[in-house]
């Protein structure tokens, strides 16, 4: 029972009602009151005129009469005088009309009484009243919101800032209001992504395709010798694996994006992920004749997913590779110290255009002055979704002609 006494309007009920009972008391009090004395001065007249007829025949009898009109009568007397009235036909049986005081007081008695009950009524009926429209009002507030909310507008809310019921059921309101907004907005989000992730699709497999049909049309359509049929057949496989290459790199990239990958956190040497990061690469560096450089003066545990990881590793020491002209170098530094971990990939490339760096993360962006004309500029993309699905955040820092330098940092806190 206690629980429900923390609600105000509880409370302001139970005040009104004890308020209410007190009035009537204090006014039921009053009109007996009133009533006693109307009484008492009825019966005064009356004994009064008896008095007055008695010590008129008799004025003897004026001293014995007033002491008994003021002191309790005994039961003998009472039963004497009864018989005598009763002779004359006294009795309680006879109407009040009879007794012209006594039918006043009783009827003036009623219409107090009828009075005081119109009143309380009427007070009552006045709390009941305003005390409904008031909760009323809450719950018509409550059900516009909730019709808003239906609507699509998430902007209302209900504030309650006394306690009690009202109080907690606005916060559960406002709460499922913003678990409502959060959801259509995620949805819309979803729906914006797979729209954006098909037309990234779309484009990015059209130039691969339209080069495929053009070459099958060659096969058909012309008579070409087996050297040139192999040639045009090659490039088709090339383009095909470069599709293969391209959905793979989107799907991971999309998955990253929609948070949809559970990544395998285990407290592991970052030192072999980059130094496994760099073997896979080493055909390819070998081939660009660029030399990598990995200065491992510390060796650094971290809780990372090693194959993700090692997939944002490759990817950024790929990019300085693909953009590093020949006798070049690629640099990797790792730092620590008790407020991050740090891995720096530097490179002596050609260096990216200040207006390019802040779009040198988003997916397809290629920069103007890059000279690798078949890069689809997807690689950083990922490794940022990578480094950052880890808490981590990366930046870049180039200059043309001079190169450009990567920071990857993780935060101890």
Avoid at 197 to 222: A, E, F, G, R
């Amino acid at each position: 029972m206690k629980e429900y006494f923390v609600n105000p309007e509880l409370k302001m009920s139970s005040g009104m009602i004890i308020f209410l009972m007190i009035l009537f008391f204090c006014i039921t009090s009053v009109t007996l009151k009133l009533h006693h004395d109307r009484l008492k001065d009825n019966y005064i007249k009356v004994l009064g005129a008896i008095t007055e007829r008695v010590t008129e025949e008799n004025p003897k009898l004026e001293k014995e009469i007033i002491p008994l009109i003021t002191k309790e009568i005994s039961k003998e007397d009472s039963e004497k005088g009864t018989k005598i009235l009763k002779q004359y036909g006294l009795t309680k049986e006879l109407e009040d009309q009879i007794f012209p005081y006594i039918d006043n007081t009783i009827k003036m008695n009623n219409y107090c009484i009828i009075l005081v009950f119109i009143f309380m009524s009427f007070i009552f009926f006045l709390f009941n009243y305003f005390q409904y429209v008031f909760f009323y009002k809450k719950i018509r507030n409550l059900t516009m919101c909730a019709k808003k909310v239906v609507e699509g507008d998430y902007d209302l809310a209900i504030n309650e800032n006394i306690e009690g019921d009202f109080s907690k059921l606005s916060s559960s309101f406002n709460s499922m209001r913003g678990i409502i907004r959060s959801n259509i907005t995620a949805l819309k989000n979803e729906k914006q992504f797979l729209v954006d992730l098909l037309s990234d699709i779309s484009h990015q497999l059209k130039t691969p395709l339209s080069s495929m049909v053009v070459y099958n049309d060659i096969l058909l359509s012309k008579e070409l010798t087996k050297e040139q049929s192999r040639m045009f057949l090659t490039n088709n496989q090339n383009q095909l694996k470069r599709m293969n290459w391209l959905i793979k790199s989107i799907l991971k990239l999309a998955k990253l994006d929609a948070g949809a990958i559970e990544f395998v956190k285990e407290n592991v040497s970052l030192n072999e992920s980059i130094e496994e990061s760099v073997d896979a690469l080493k055909s390819k560096s070998i081939e660009g004749n660029i030399e990598i450089i990995f200065n491992k003066s510390t060796e650094i545990f971290f809780e990372h997913d090693k194959l993700w990881m090692e997939e944002a590793f490759i990817n950024i020491i790929k990019n300085g590779i693909e953009h590093t002209l020949e006798g070049g170098k690629i640099t990797i530094t790792i730092i620590e110290n008790p407020i991050y971990r740090r891995i720096i990939i530097e490179d002596t490339g050609e260096g990216i255009k200040e207006s390019d760096l802040p779009n040198i993360f988003k997916r397809f962006y290629r920069a103007k002055t890059s000279r690798k004309t078949d890069s689809v500029g997807i690689g950083l993309a990922l490794a940022k979704s990578i480094i950052e699905a880890h808490n981590g955040f990366i930046e870049v820092q180039s200059k043309v002609g001079i190169g450009t330098k990567f920071i990857i940092t993780f935060l101890k806190y």
